[in-house]
Every structure is written in structure tokens, then in C-alpha cells.
């Protein structure tokens, strides 16, 4: 069964950091562009970032620039999100998901809670 | 950066009925357009690809299409499974999600 798993989630200072992670399993992850997407609870979907399949190219949406960065790791078949400088507004269930050229995101993580909070 | 301008953002709607859902890209995206279901606490699933292309295992009730920059998701027979909230995402230039639909019982 093709799967994504997150973790690492969990709470958070303002200014802290957090690296989450996503465990893929039942299909060859290193040949899939990956992505982190993020929804704050109650609200709509916000792409995070995306990875090429080797590595190599990774692409942030401007709240992410600087401060997050997107890592893979296709021998252990792991996604990474390290996440620095943490803001309130930062707090969200965070998805990975699976890039299909033609099918767009077609397998999602589970979802994992980032609170930010004092 | 593209936009996605989603409408209506809630829908009240009986069992039967037919829902029509609209999104609408701030520039041409051709067909590069994909509406996701997402049911509260779960992760979103797509439901059609390229505009119009149904994914495996989705029920044919589910219907898109496209006029231009303007897509449309139509369920023709709304079913008790279908009460969710509704994306729409462009990935013909980065990736961009419409606000959401929330499709509710009327």
C-alpha cells in the first residue's frame, strides 16, 4: 500500500524550531517531486514548498523563504521540513504529499499539528 | 503568481441535487487543474486531474470541466458521502489552492 507518514510535530515557542518528517512507503519515492502543504485549522490549503525527485531543487512560498528548508533523503525514502524562526501564524496541520506530473498531488500524508504558542 | 478565485465558498444543498462549483485562474493555467474532496480531520484526496480527467475509483457523479480560465466541478446526483469541502489547485505554474467550497447540508 502506497503510504506517507508525518511526524515530528508538536509545540513550539515563537522563535523556536521543529524539523518534521515523512515516511514514504509502497512506491519508489525517489523518482516523486514531493511537497509540504499546510492548513490552518478551520481554514483552506496553503502550499509550503516542493522538492525535485533527486534533491537537488527545492522552491518555497514567500512566508516560507528563509526561514524553512526542505530536505529529502531517498536512501531512507524520508522527507524533511526543518522550520526555524517560528511564528504563531505558522501554526497549522502540515501534509506531505506526492507529486504526479499529470495527477497533481495524488497521496497525502496523514497530517501532523505544528502549534506555535507560548 | 497565479490566483485561484473560488466560488461560492458555502453551498446548502439536499441529497439529489445537482452542485456545480466554479474556479477561476488569475491567468491561462491550460488544463493544469485538479479539485481535491477533503472531509473534516482527513487529508484531501483528488478527485479529477487535467481539468476533466476522473481519478481511479471516483465515483462518475464527479464531473469537471473548463471554458477558458474558468473550471467547474459538478456533482450530478449529490450523495450523503459527498457533504465535504471542495479544492481546487492550479499546477501548470507553481501551485496554488482555491479558498475552498464547504458543500452543506440543506
Known amino acids: 500500500e502506497e503510504q506517507l507518514v508525518e511526524s515530528g510535530g508538536g509545540l513550539v515557542q515563537p522563535g523556536g524550531s521543529l524539523r518534521l518528517s515523512c515516511a514514504a512507503s509502497?512506491?519508489?519515492?525517489?523518482?516523486?517531486?514531493m511537497h509540504w502543504v499546510r492548513q490552518v485549522p478551520g481554514k483552506g490549503l496553503v502550499w509550503v514548498s516542493r522538492?525535485?525527485?533527486?534533491?537537488?531543487?527545492?522552491t518555497y512560498a514567500d512566508f516560507a523563504k528563509g526561514r524553512f528548508t526542505m530536505s529529502r533523503d531517498n536512501a531512507k525514502d524520508t522527507l524533511y521540513l526543518q522550520m526555524n524562526s517560528l511564528r504563531a501564524e505558522d501554526t497549522a496541520v502540515y501534509y506531505c504529499?506526492?507529486?504526479?506530473?499529470?495527477?497533481?498531488?495524488?497521496?497525502w500524508g496523514q497530517g501532523i499539528m505544528v502549534t506555535v504558542s507560548s | 503568481d497565479i490566483q485561484m478565485t473560488q466560488s461560492p465558498s458555502t453551498l446548502s444543498a439536499s441529497v439529489g441535487d445537482r452542485v456545480t462549483i466554479t474556479c477561476r485562474a488569475s491567468?491561462?493555467?491550460?488544463?493544469?487543474l485538479a479539485w481535491y474532496q477533503q472531509k473534516p480531520g482527513r487529508a484531501p484526496k483528488v478527485l479529477i486531474y487535467?481539468?476533466?480527467i476522473l481519478e481511479s475509483g471516483v465515483p462518475s457523479r464527479f464531473s469537471g470541466s473548463r471554458s477558458g480560465t474558468e473550471f467547474t466541478l459538478t456533482i450530478s446526483s449529490l450523495q450523503p458521502d459527498d457533504f465535504a469541502t471542495y479544492y481546487c489547485?492550479?499546477?501548470?505554474?507553481?501551485?496554488?489552492f482555491g479558498q475552498g467550497t464547504k458543500v452543506e447540508i440543506k
Open positions: 504529499a506526492r507529486e504526479d506530473p499529470l495527477y497533481a498531488f495524488n497521496l
Open positions: 491567468q491561462t493555467i491550460d488544463s493544469w
Open positions: 522538492i525535485q525527485s533527486d534533491g537537488t531543487v527545492t
Open positions: 487535467k481539468a476533466s
Open positions: 489547485q492550479q499546477y501548470g505554474s507553481y501551485w496554488t
Open positions: 509502497g512506491f519508489p519515492f525517489r523518482i516523486y517531486w
